[in-house]
């Protein structure tokens, strides 16, 4: 029967998927492409098995031996449960919405099959990080997501926009990975092992004697590790690639970009969570970290007029929250977030892209409008998308954004606190702006005029996601005896109570941000250049997204090509020239100096034998006889 | 017959046949000055023999032994010379430099 013990069967069905539509596929009618979502949907229906299995017997984990050399042992293994299991059900669940959405929305594309050989294996390779019991092995897995997340925002690489994009990405989620693994070598080199649990376990004897571990070696590495989520999670100051990953297909947005591969920095900090939790200081770094980037990036999202664009700002935006209330010790919180975010960031960028396909696509928000008699269905996902993200009740990302702002001021305070709700009510502002200027209004394009709706088959997905992020509501309730899903998740932690006032409040907030935006691009009773007109500073440093990827520029430009250039010339003339070069140079030269006397006179030769034998004869003379 | 009448012959014969090798410009002529610059030192081995350790004979056994060396030696370098004027019409030592740079 299956059970636990065969959770590696949906990464290795996917892995295989990877591998047929990559290799023989081109044979196969239509290149193939058909093994992904089959290979997914099985893998989906095995977590059913797993999740009832892990509710009968609770969680366990399965190992093997990999490698063994001398004392250094490394184990293969799987970590099965609450955490890991729930986002197991969560990657294979909109993996399979979004492939099945692929089907139709990439019909007719070249590399259709190279497009879901692709995305099978980032299928395969999130579900091996969310399974790993050990740090090397997650590390593997997080690079191939990595790589999956690369190949795909530069699916269009006939553009150079997305090769550029991809790269950005590329590079830019390495300079996080590099302080990973320096960490996660750090950990093995102190604690001896790569096991998670077995960190954990040194981690929570900190300083005890006879533990390897110190408590400054600990928050260094956890420090760390925390940069491998900043990066990959696209939290500031490496949260640039994220919103330039648009340039690929969107539902690699709605899937990579938003619902899996970008939470797999939450996850880790939430797996490593008993461990950060012993180092305070590393706790308020990711404190600080998620608050700067719920904060700033909410901002950006108001004034970017790229539809997809806006969604990849509140995405980051919203990745911060994650950060904000794992650093605020609600690992239970954050993790609710995620789900809510997902269900709900997921079928958003579907709606998004549902949009652009009916006005043949266009991708800038004024050149559409007035899509809602069009495209009904697209726009009723999309209001309940964006409502649930703008926290307002009953939908799931209001319990969720309640349990963030409640672990919040529990954890960190009033200041941490206000900051939060500034963050929750220019998310509510701007998604309020998306499906206002998208949905409402005159159409302003010639595609907009002449939009249709979408394709059964994109929208089923659509409606799927919108009735989990509707459905989601009941996670915040009592579940399979725990208080909440976030206690669930994390059972060590405290349960989130509801509060009253706190839930008042932040429906007030939302409130507020709706109604301005339902003032400004509802009604236009306030002009949308009013803000623009009184502040031109401010909107000037937004549109230059704080002038951060500008500076990023400029260093690029000026440091790292300026050293590059001169440790270019340094290996020319030092290296090459002088080092390598040189000798070879010289021997060369002597050698055709020397080789003058050669004359092939045989007199000559004679001359210099007798002269070399009088010489030698004197120094016998002087030498041997007289002496 | 001293002693000194053998090593004057021996150092006179060696000089000239050196000054042939170092002066003549014809391949056999210098052929024949090492010959005498070898009879030299056969005439100097067999005088010391024969005046310092009479009762043996090793010097002359060794001045046998030399002008064996010695006649294979001239038998090889007078083919050499002997193909080398036939391919280039001269045995002008001036005129070949087969082993110049």
């Known amino acids: 029967m299956l059970g636990m013990e065969q959770a590696w069967l949906q990464p290795a069905i996917c892995a295989v998927a990877f591998v047929v539509i990559a290799l023989p596929g081109r044979v196969l009618p239509r290149s193939g492409a058909w093994l992904g979502p089959l290979a997914i949907l099985s893998a989906f229906v095995i977590f059913w098995f797993v999740l009832s299995d892990l509710l009968k017997n609770g969680p366990a984990t399965f190992s093997f031996t990999w490698l063994e050399a001398g004392d250094v042992r490394i184990m293969w293994g799987m970590i099965l449960d609450n955490l890991s299991v729930s986002m197991l059900g969560l990657v294979s669940f909109v993996a399979l919405g979004v492939q099945v959405y692929s089907w139709a929305y990439m019909s007719g594309e070249p590399r259709f099959g190279w497009y879901f050989a692709v995305h099978s294996l980032f299928a395969a390779s999130m579900m091996v990080l969310v399974l790993a019991d050990n740090l090397l092995f997650m590390y593997i897995a997080w690079e191939l997501v990595g790589l999956c997340s690369y190949l795909l925002i530069g699916f269009y690489y006939e553009r150079r926009s997305a090769a550029e994009a991809a790269k950005k990405a590329f590079v830019t989620t390495r300079i996080g990975d590099v302080g990973m693994l320096i960490g996660i070598l750090l950990l093995y080199k102190t604690v001896g092992t790569f096991d998670i649990s077995g960190i954990i376990h040194a981690a929570q004897h900190v300083g005890e004697p006879g533990n390897p571990l110190s408590s400054v070696m600990l928050t260094v590495s956890m420090l760390l590790i925390f940069a491998g989520a900043v990066g990959k999670s696209a939290q500031f100051p490496l949260h640039v690639w994220l919103p330039d990953a648009m340039e690929g297909p969107t539902p690699v947005s709605a899937l990579i970009h938003a619902a899996t591969m970008v939470v797999a920095g939450v996850y880790l900090v939430a797996r490593m969570f008993p461990a950060f939790e012993m180092a305070p200081t590393a706790m308020t770094v990711v404190a600080v970290i998620g608050l700067i980037t719920a904060l700033l990036m909410s901002f950006l999202a108001v004034v970017m007029t790229d539809i997809k664009r806006v969604l990849a700002y509140s995405t980051v935006s919203h990745l911060g929250f994650m950060m904000l209330a794992l650093g605020s010790f609600g690992v239970g919180a954050a993790i609710f977030h995620l789900f809510t975010h997902a269900f709900a960031k997921a079928m958003l960028f579907l709606s998004a892209g549902s949009v652009s396909h009916g006005v043949h696509g266009k991708l800038d928000m004024r050149e559409m409008g007035g899509l809602r008699s069009k495209m009904p269905v697209t726009f009723a996902c999309m209001a309940i998308g964006a409502l649930s993200l703008a926290g307002l009740f009953p939908l799931s990302g209001f319990f969720s954004k309640d349990a963030v702002l409640g672990t919040v001021l529990a954890g960190r305070g009033p200041v941490f606190f206000i900051l939060t709700l500034v963050a929750a009510f220019f998310s509510a502002f701007y998604m309020a702006r998306l499906v206002l200027v998208v949905f409402t209004g005159q159409p302003r394009s010639h595609e907009a005029e002449h939009a249709h709706e979408s394709p059964v088959l994109m929208l089923i997905p659509l409606v799927a996601l919108a009735l989990l992020t509707i459905g989601a509501t009941v996670l915040a309730f009592p579940i399979a005896g725990h208080a909440n899903f976030g206690q669930f998740i994390y059972p060590a932690g405290e349960a989130e109570h509801f509060q009253l006032w706190l839930a008042g409040l932040s429906t007030v907030t939302a409130g507020a941000g709706l109604l301005m935006g339902w003032l400004i691009y509802g009604t236009h009773a306030i002009s949308p250049s009013f803000f623009r007109d009184r502040f031109p500073a401010v909107q000037r440093v937004l549109e230059h997204k704080y002038y951060i990827d500008d500076f990023y520029q400029w260093v690029i430009d000026h440091i790292v090509l300026g050293v590059g250039g001169f440790v270019a010339l340094f290996d020319r003339i030092v290296i090459n020239d002088v080092g390598i070069n040189g000798p070879g140079r010289s021997v060369v030269q002597t050698g055709n100096k020397l080789r003058l006397h050669v004359t092939g006179q045989l007199p000559n030769y004679a001359m210099v034998m007798v002269l070399g034998a009088i010489v030698i004869g004197v120094i016998w003379w002087l030498f041997a006889v007289r002496a | ?101």
């Open chain 2, 1 to 101: 017959m001293t002693l000194l009448h053998t090593e004057l012959l021996s150092a006179v014969l060696f000089v000239i046949g050196l000054y042939g090798v170092l002066a003549r410009r014809n391949a056999v002529l210098v052929l024949m000055s090492v010959e005498l610059m070898l009879n030299a030192v056969n005439i100097n081995l067999i005088g010391y023999a024969a005046f310092t350790d009479p009762g043996r004979v090793l010097g002359q056994v060794l001045a046998i032994f030399v002008i064996t060396v010695a006649a294979a030696e001239v038998g090889l370098a007078l083919a050499i010379i002997l193909r080398l004027y036939r391919n280039r019409g001269t045995v002008n030592l001036n005129e070949i430099n087969l082993m110049k740079w």
